[in-house]
Each structure stands twice: as C-alpha cells, then as structure tokens.
C-alpha cells in the first residue's frame, strides 16, 4: 500500500513562492505517474501538475509558466515549486499517485496553500 505524505505549504504574499513536497513509503516513481492536485473552497478538485513514471511534465493551463513539477527517486520525493503566487492559488494541495497499468492509485493527506496580503 502506497503512503503519500505532503509538506510546504503555509501562508505567502502574492508573487510570492512555495516549494511542496510529497515523500512516498517506496520507490515508486518507475511504475507510478505522480500528481498534483489542488481544492479550493467550493469548488472541485483540479488538476495542477503530472509527472509520468518516463519524467514527462504536464501542466494547468492556469499555472503553466509558474509552477515546476519535479521528482527525485533516490529520495521517493515529489515536488511542486510554485512561483508568482496569485490569490486564485489559495487551496488545499493534494499529492496523488497513479499505478501506470492498474487501479492502483493513492492520495495524499493534503496541504494547505493560502496567497493572501
């Protein structure tokens, strides 16, 4: 069983920039396309970034340009470095993990990301 656990997130100003971290129980990353998504208060949850067990990077058009999706299999880490942080980026951050040829998948606890003056 997959354990996903988030760090990073807190409060920033706006143009400000945060650095999540998912640390996985394993070494997944060759058999896991890698996630991140994001919840805001009342609306659904959205895809931000993906990263394939290959290293290909996919990207919201909303944060294209601003966040990087990064991995490091020897430390079974993900990452989420976001940059020119906007109030519209105010969410719950959640790390997700998905088995490239099963159901398998995984979810993160969650981390709170709040752009706010």
């Known amino acids: 069983q997959v354990q996903l656990v988030e760090s990073g997130g807190g409060l920033v100003q706006p143009g400000g920039s945060l650095r999540l971290s998912c640390a996985a129980s394993?070494?997944?990353?060759?058999?896991?396309?890698m996630d991140w998504y994001r919840q805001a208060p009342g609306k659904q949850r959205e895809l931000v970034a993906a990263?394939?067990?290959?290293?290909?990077?996919s990207y919201a058009d909303s944060v294209k340009g601003r966040f990087t999706i990064s991995k490091d299999n020897a430390k079974n880490t993900m990452y989420l470095q976001m940059n020119s942080l906007k109030p519209e980026d105010t969410a719950v951050y959640y790390c997700?993990?998905?088995?490239?040829?099963?159901?398998?998948?995984?979810w993160g606890q969650g981390t709170q990301v709040s752009v706010s003056s």
């Open positions: 997700h993990a998905q088995h490239d040829w099963s159901t398998n998948n995984a």
């Open positions: 394993g070494s997944i990353f060759s058999r896991y396309t």
């Open positions: 990263i394939t067990s290959g290293g290909s990077t």
